[in-house]
């Protein structure tokens, strides 16, 4: 009868546990919620579970906090040093003298990590021997270094201090060299995932550059490195005192707004979302003391405090020999090493000649200059002096002729982007260029853009300058392009001012933006014809963009962008910048087809200046004709009767390939009228549909789509003289349906086929769909915008619809189209984040359409769209 005697015991242990914990942890969120402080939050949470712990240990191990003899408990990791947030993971050690206690105590492990599971509590244990954790393992450095923070909580405190004292000062003396190489190695490869860049729009406060693993890698590498050289603990901090006090103030912030995130959330989630921004902005979280702030400016807090970890995360990496990256070590195995009577260059970091020549603004200049050309790094010497003489350089900052000399050469260099970086993060940049100031560690909502306005413009120029090593076929022709410009700092500097206008509230930015680089060509006395191009290229910097919801085969769409351009230099720098502006935004937004897009329109803008345009046009039709006929010889007046009757465009986006395919399709109409190809692409799926016109023909795929739950990105709808249409849409697989199951190819398109011939009903298609689906959440709301255009096209009516982002909205649109009496003769869908923007060209019954169809559209359009928000 013993057994369940232990039993019933436990049960009542655990309930009353579980009432305690409810109880103390409803506390600390009080606390917390009244005073926003993280640190208590986290050391009360801390003693909380060193409690329990202390309980379960008296009840299940040791009557005896102290004993038995040869066992332990050991707190590791964020436990380990008292950091326990409210929902992080408790991270403990069972350490054991040798195999045979290890062995005797098995069952009270099992039955101890039991426990703290029926509590709820979300442990991470690991059990280990004395010796075992004097032993590196290559494959699981994180043990070793959670290690590094190990605290004694229960058991045989001889043997923690075995394990404390010498075990594993032995160990990290030792293997300093692979612990400080793995941690590195691992470090870069989290900041890879991030971009390099603590400037994210909606960062992970533990992950992202800057976060709190990154305060964590700090205090690991510098006790690391202390620890090999001393072979024992040093006496306090291995950190300078300047670096400790930075650290100290940015924990404090990260440690508010983590206990923040884990109280709103109810559960270890670490991503700060705009919805959390403004909530800790209106709690001023981690700045209690500041007065009244936006989520702008609380981020901009948060970026500063981010800003200086990361800074010294850096700094380590590059002072320590063995945290160098293997790029590091292969510069060090260079014979000539760059140099110069101002600066000398140790280990790969720069270093001033004479400490006192930076109070010469020249040299400050020359310093970053250097910089941009090598690719090297500051030491944190020449870093500190820096920040010395900054407020001597405020007073009278360069300016004039002089600055834009120097800022020009060092935008020209192949490392600007680190230079940039560089003085933007010692609040150089913004002395020199206070224009900048609006923008620094501004986040723009618009769930498109990634990065911080500031972070994006540099970006934008460093994605110029990595043309030059790109293997992309595509990058090696805009690469071709930049060697070609006459005055490319001109462009670097357009892309650095290009979005200041951001920081300006509730205004136009393009507009905005103009206004504030004009006063910055001012104070640079940038001379007339440079002030123009830069300008120029500020108020246009959307252009090319915007085109690209235009037919950009369309030779009118292409004459009238190339007499807004006016000259072939410009244009050379529009579609650069262009270029620049779109990777800047995420590393998804410049798709394959949108680089080709951009291209072609730049090629037909450019011929068009060249005044070569039609024959131009003339000779790829020809070339394409021929390849055509070469791949169909005897097809002679079948050919003719398909091809005939296509808009140009159709032979623009189409290879030759694909238009045999396409006939091929259309021949096995008396087979099956509805033919329909599917392949799967790169980045998305393509559709291709050839059957005969009928009414609502496109509304009704889009729809099948929808029901599927596919998204759809692209789409062309082409027909010929004879009726015949081609149709090809690229979706992505929301749900992954066709990607993890193979046989659901063939329904797809089973089902497509049964929609247009009537054998399935699409509209309760829909509603299953719908019924199934939980709507989505507006970040952003996008306000909805219905243009018509008639001067861009002479045979049809070009009409944008710019709404809400929402599955189904593509059919919803086509559908309403349909319904007023519209063809659709090309469509032209995009999506940047929750913002959808699709341009149609329509025509009814052969014509544009009239001024009072154009508004019936309209109204019907507006009146779908409210439905589809209320649905």
Same mark, same amino acid.
Request: proline share 4%.
């Given at each position: 009868?013993?057994?369940?005697?232990?039993?019933?015991?436990?049960?009542?242990?655990?309930?009353?546990?579980?009432?305690?914990?409810?109880?103390?942890?409803?506390?600390?969120?009080?606390?917390?919620?009244?005073?926003?402080?993280?640190?208590?939050?986290?050391?009360?949470?801390?003693?909380?579970?060193?409690?329990?712990?202390?309980?379960?240990?008296?009840?299940?191990?040791?009557?005896?906090?102290?004993?038995?003899?040869?066992?332990?408990?050991?707190?590791?990791?964020?436990?380990?040093?008292?950091?326990?947030?409210?929902?992080?993971?408790?991270?403990?050690?069972?350490? $054991?003298?040798?195999?045979?206690?290890?062995?005797?105590?098995?069952?009270?492990?099992?039955?101890?990590?039991?426990?703290?599971?029926?509590?709820?509590?979300?442990?991470?244990?690991?059990?280990?021997?004395?010796?075992?954790?004097?032993?590196?393992?290559?494959?699981?450095?994180?043990?070793?270094?959670?290690?590094?923070?190990?605290?004694?909580?229960?058991?045989?405190?001889?043997?923690?201090?075995?394990?404390?004292?010498?075990?594993?000062?032995?160990?990290?003396?030792?293997?300093?060299?692979?612990?400080?190489?793995?941690?590195?190695?691992?470090?870069?490869?989290?900041?890879?995932?991030?971009?390099?860049?603590?400037?994210?729009?909606?960062?992970?406060?533990?992950?992202?550059?800057?976060?709190?693993?990154?305060?964590?890698?700090?205090?690991?590498?510098?006790?690391?490195?202390?620890?090999?050289?001393?072979?024992?603990?040093?006496?306090?901090?291995?950190?300078?005192?300047?670096?400790?006090?930075?650290?100290?103030?940015?924990?404090?912030?990260?440690?508010?707004?983590?206990?923040?995130?884990?109280?709103?959330?109810?559960?270890?989630?670490?991503?700060?979302?705009?919805?959390?921004?403004?909530?800790?902005?209106?709690?001023?979280?981690?700045?209690?003391?500041?007065?009244?702030?936006?989520?702008?400016?609380?981020?901009?807090?948060?970026?500063?405090?981010?800003?200086?970890?990361?800074?010294?995360?850096?700094?380590?990496?590059?002072?320590?020999?063995?945290?160098?990256?293997?790029?590091?070590?292969?510069?060090?195995?260079?014979?000539?090493?760059?140099?110069?009577?101002?600066?000398?260059?140790?280990?790969?970091?720069?270093?001033?000649?004479?400490?006192?020549?930076?109070?010469?603004?020249?040299?400050?200049?020359?310093?970053?200059?250097?910089?941009?050309?090598?690719?090297?790094?500051?030491?944190?010497?020449?870093?500190?002096?820096?920040?010395?003489?900054?407020?001597?350089?405020?007073?009278?900052?360069?300016?004039?002729?002089?600055?834009?000399?120097?800022?020009?050469?060092?935008?020209?260099?192949? $490392?600007?982007?680190?230079?940039?970086?560089?003085?933007?993060?010692?609040?150089?940049?913004?002395?020199?260029?206070?224009?900048?100031?609006?923008?620094?560690?501004?986040?723009?909502?618009?769930?498109?853009?990634?990065?911080?306005?500031?972070?994006?413009?540099?970006?934008?120029?460093?994605?110029?300058?990595?043309?030059?090593?790109?293997?992309?076929?595509?990058?090696?022709?805009?690469?071709?392009?930049?060697?070609?410009?006459?005055?490319?700092?001109?462009?670097?500097?357009?892309?650095?001012?290009?979005?200041?206008?951001?920081?300006?509230?509730?205004?136009?930015?393009?507009?905005?933006?103009?206004?504030?680089?004009?006063?910055?060509?001012?104070?640079?006395?940038?001379?007339?014809?440079?002030?123009?191009?830069?300008?120029?290229?500020?108020?246009?910097?959307?252009?090319?963009?915007?085109?690209?919801?235009?037919?950009?085969?369309?030779?009118?769409?292409?004459?009238?962008?190339?007499?807004?351009?006016?000259?072939?230099?410009?244009?050379?720098?529009?579609?650069?910048?262009?270029?620049?502006?779109?990777?800047?935004?995420?590393?998804?937004?410049?798709?394959?087809?949108?680089?080709?897009?951009?291209?072609?329109?730049?090629?037909?803008?450019?011929?068009?200046?060249?005044?070569?345009?039609?024959?131009?046009? $003339?000779?790829?039709?020809?070339?394409?004709?021929?390849?055509?006929?070469?791949?169909?010889?005897?097809?002679?007046?079948?050919?003719?009767?398909?091809?005939?009757?296509?808009?140009?465009?159709?032979?623009?986006?189409?290879?030759?390939?694909?238009?045999?395919?396409?006939?091929?399709?259309?021949?096995?109409?008396? $087979?099956?009228?509805?033919?329909?190809?599917?392949?799967?692409?790169?980045?998305?799926?393509?559709?291709?549909?050839?059957?005969?016109?009928?009414?609502?023909?496109?509304?009704?795929?889009?729809?099948?789509?929808?029901?599927?739950?596919?998204?759809?990105?692209?789409?062309?709808?082409?027909?010929?003289?004879?009726?015949?249409?081609?149709?090809?849409?690229?979706?992505?697989?929301?749900?992954?349906?066709?990607?993890?199951?193979?046989?659901?190819?063939?329904?797809?398109?089973?089902?497509?086929?049964?929609?247009?011939?009537?054998?399935?009903?699409?509209?309760?298609?829909?509603?299953?769909?719908?019924?199934?689906?939980?709507?989505?959440?507006?970040?952003?709301?996008?306000?909805?915008?219905?243009?018509?255009?008639?001067?861009?096209?002479?045979?049809?009516?070009?009409?944008?619809?710019?709404?809400?982002?929402?599955?189904?909205?593509?059919?919803?649109?086509?559908?309403?189209?349909?319904?007023?009496?519209?063809?659709?003769?090309?469509?032209?869908?995009?999506?940047?984040?929750?913002?959808?923007?699709?341009?149609?060209?329509?025509?009814?019954?052969?014509?544009?359409?009239?001024?009072?169809?154009?508004?019936?559209?309209?109204?019907?359009?507006?009146?779908?769209?409210?439905?589809?928000?209320?649905?």
């Amino acid at each position: 009868m013993g057994r369940p005697i232990v039993m019933m015991e436990s049960s009542s242990l655990i309930i009353e546990l579980r009432g305690a914990i409810a109880e103390e942890s409803a506390r600390i969120a009080e606390d917390f919620a009244a005073t926003g402080d993280g640190r208590g939050a986290v050391g009360q949470r801390t003693r909380l579970i060193e409690g329990i712990l202390h309980r379960l240990w008296r009840d299940l191990v040791s009557a005896d906090q102290h004993g038995p003899p040869g066992f332990a408990l050991v707190a590791t990791g964020g436990f380990g040093r008292g950091w326990l947030f409210p929902y992080s993971d408790i991270d403990l050690l069972f350490l $054991h003298a040798d195999h045979r206690g290890e062995e005797a105590h098995k069952e009270a492990v099992r039955q101890f990590s039991q426990e703290l599971w029926d509590l709820k509590l979300k442990i991470s244990p690991a059990s280990r021997i004395l010796s075992e954790c004097g032993r590196f393992d290559p494959n699981n450095t994180e043990f070793t270094i959670s290690l590094l923070d190990c605290r004694y909580l229960a058991g045989d405190r001889e043997l923690f201090a075995q394990l404390h004292d010498k075990i594993i000062p032995k160990l990290v003396m030792r293997e300093s060299k692979p612990l400080l190489e793995g941690l590195a190695e691992v470090t870069r490869e989290r900041h890879g995932k991030f971009g390099q860049t603590v400037f994210h729009l909606e960062p992970n406060l533990k992950e992202t550059p800057g976060g709190l693993r990154d305060y964590n890698v700090a205090c690991w590498l510098a006790l690391i490195s202390a620890m090999g050289k001393l072979g024992d603990w040093p006496d306090s901090s291995s950190l300078r005192a300047p670096v400790r006090k930075q650290l100290n103030a940015a924990l404090e912030f990260l440690m508010a707004a983590r206990c923040f995130l884990h109280f709103r959330h109810g559960r270890d989630d670490n991503a700060l979302s705009w919805e959390a921004q403004d909530e800790a902005a209106a709690r001023k979280i981690g700045a209690l003391d500041a007065a009244d702030l936006t989520p702008a400016d609380w981020m901009r807090i948060y970026f500063g405090h981010a800003r200086a970890v990361q800074r010294t995360v850096m700094q380590l990496l590059e002072e320590i020999p063995e945290a160098w990256s293997s790029l590091r070590r292969q510069f060090q195995g260079w014979r000539s090493r760059p140099s110069s009577p101002d600066f000398s260059v140790v280990d790969g970091l720069i270093f001033l000649q004479q400490s006192s020549s930076l109070r010469d603004p020249e040299m400050l200049l020359r310093l970053f200059h250097f910089m941009a050309v090598h690719g090297l790094k500051l030491s944190a010497t020449t870093e500190h002096r820096i920040e010395q003489e900054l407020p001597a350089l405020a007073v009278t900052p360069p300016r004039g002729a002089e600055l834009w000399l120097y800022l020009q050469e060092t935008l020209l260099q192949p $490392h600007a982007g680190e230079a940039l970086r560089a003085m933007h993060s010692l609040r150089l940049l913004t002395l020199l260029l206070p224009e900048l100031k609006a923008i620094d560690s501004l986040v723009v909502r618009d769930f498109y853009h990634r990065f911080t306005v500031d972070e994006h413009s540099i970006l934008a120029i460093e994605s110029l300058h990595r043309l030059a090593q790109s293997q992309s076929e595509w990058d090696k022709r805009y690469a071709e392009l930049l060697g070609e410009l006459e005055d490319p700092e001109l462009l670097y500097l357009a892309l650095l001012l290009h979005d200041t206008g951001k920081g300006v509230p509730g205004s136009n930015h393009v507009e905005a933006s103009l206004e504030i680089a004009g006063r910055c060509l001012d104070r640079l006395d940038v001379d007339a014809g440079e002030r123009a191009v830069v300008l120029f290229l500020i108020a246009n910097h959307l252009e090319m963009s915007a085109q690209l919801r235009r037919d950009i085969f369309n030779p009118e769409t292409v004459a009238a962008f190339a007499e807004r351009v006016g000259t072939p230099e410009r244009l050379k720098m529009l579609c650069l910048l262009t270029y620049a502006d779109i990777k800047a935004v995420n590393p998804e937004a410049l798709t394959p087809w949108k680089a080709e897009n951009v291209w072609q329109l730049y090629i037909g803008a450019a011929n068009y200046l060249n005044r070569s345009a039609d024959q131009r046009v $003339h000779d790829a039709s020809g070339e394409k004709l021929a390849r055509l006929r070469s791949l169909a010889p005897v097809m002679g007046a079948k050919f003719k009767e398909f091809v005939e009757g296509f808009p140009q465009r159709y032979l623009r986006v189409h290879s030759a390939e694909e238009v045999m395919r396409h006939m091929e399709m259309s021949e096995q109409f008396g $087979h099956d009228p509805v033919q329909v190809d599917l392949k799967r692409g790169r980045h998305w799926y393509e559709l291709t549909l050839v059957t005969k016109d009928r009414a609502s023909l496109f509304a009704t795929l889009t729809g099948v789509l929808a029901a599927w739950g596919m998204n759809i990105v692209k789409a062309n709808a082409f027909s010929n003289q004879a009726g015949t249409v081609v149709d090809t849409l690229y979706f992505t697989d929301r749900f992954r349906t066709l990607e993890l199951n193979l046989s659901e190819w063939q329904r797809f398109k089973q089902s497509i086929t049964a929609v247009l011939a009537g054998e399935a009903d699409l509209d309760r298609m829909l509603r299953d769909r719908q019924r199934g689906e939980k709507s989505a959440k507006v970040k952003v709301t996008v306000e909805t915008r219905i243009d018509f255009d008639d001067a861009c096209s002479s045979t049809s009516t070009l009409l944008q619809v710019i709404a809400q982002d929402r599955p189904r909205l593509l059919h919803r649109i086509s559908s309403c189209l349909s319904r007023q009496e519209c063809n659709i003769e090309i469509a032209l869908i995009d999506t940047e984040g929750q913002m959808a923007i699709d341009a149609f060209y329509l025509t009814s019954r052969g014509k544009k359409l009239t001024s009072d169809h154009q508004k019936k559209v309209e109204k019907a359009l507006l009146d779908e769209l409210k439905n589809l928000e209320l649905a």
